[in-house]
T-cell receptor, first 111, second 114 residues
Framework: SQQGEEDPQALSIQEGENATMNCSYKTSINNLQWYRQNSGRGLVHLILIRSNEREKHSGRLRVTLDTSKKSSSLLITASRAADTASYFC???????????FGKGTKLTVNP | EPEVTQTPSHQVTQMGQEVILRCVPISNHLYFYWYRQILGQKVEFLVSFYNNEISEKSEIFDDQFSVERPDGSNFTLKIRSTKLEDSAMYFCASNQGQGVLRVTFGSGTRLTVV
């Protein structure tokens, strides 16, 4: 798989449930970022976690990072219909200026 | 919250024509980027720009592409002779300092080449 690959590719849940999305990467990183994209729209930055951090919270979002497994997870608690979007992880490649994105997880939250 | 502004939001152009996509990065940011997303695919890095020169570019960013910061606020991407496969959403982004810190993206320009 390529740098910044998310799974599952698609996730459908009911409002109020939690949604967990995973991301795996291959090379060493300085940080990992999660972005959200509503259909056909721009990328909204959600949260950044540095390589020396293991967990970070922001509102209903919880991100974990396991550098030994080269993986990260994004948990959205108490999901709402408005959380329906695609979620992408993005990593730097150990000093490179560029972000490398995965294909994303398409989350659908049913009311 | 400061935003990265892109214009136009949607542009349709004939194959072979030149297009210029415009961006106004956040005012105190120093690093500027262009990314693109072909429909249904992942977001791909095109180019990074710092101190008035390209600092990194991808294989996609060939001689048909160029970037410019013509004044203190605008950052442009020019495609000289568009191809059908250039149809995509183009995102401008910026960040404040060295290294990949929080990168703020614009809302994108959807380019359709017909």
């Amino acid at each position: 798989s390529q740098q910044g690959e998310e799974d599952p590719q698609a996730l459908s849940i009911q409002e109020g449930e939690n949604a967990t999305m995973n991301c795996s990467y291959k090379t060493s990183i300085n940080n990992l970022q999660w972005y959200r994209q509503n259909s056909g729209r721009g990328l909204v930055h959600l949260i950044l976690i540095r390589s020396n951090e293991r967990e970070k919270h922001s509102g209903r979002l919880r991100v974990t990072l396991d550098t030994s497994k080269k993986s990260s997870s994004l948990l959205i608690t108490a999901s709402r219909a408005a959380d329906t979007a695609s979620y992408f992880c993005a990593t730097d490649e150990g000093g490179s200026e560029k972000l490398v994105f995965g294909k994303g997880t398409k989350l659908t939250v049913n009311p | 919250e400061p935003e990265v502004t892109q214009t136009p939001s949607h542009q349709v152009t004939q194959m072979g024509q030149e297009v210029i996509l415009r961006c106004v990065p956040i005012s105190n940011h120093l690093y500027f980027y262009w990314y693109r997303q072909i429909l249904g695919q992942k977001v791909e890095f095109l180019v990074s720009f710092y101190n008035n020169e390209i600092s990194e570019k991808s294989e996609i960013f060939d001689d048909q592409f160029s970037v410019e910061r013509p004044d203190g606020s605008n950052f442009t991407l020019k495609i000289r002779s568009t191809k059908l496969e250039d149809s995509a959403m183009y995102f401008c982004a910026s960040n404040q300092g060295q290294g990949v810190l929080r990168v703020t993206f614009g809302s994108g320009t959807r380019l359709t080449v017909v």
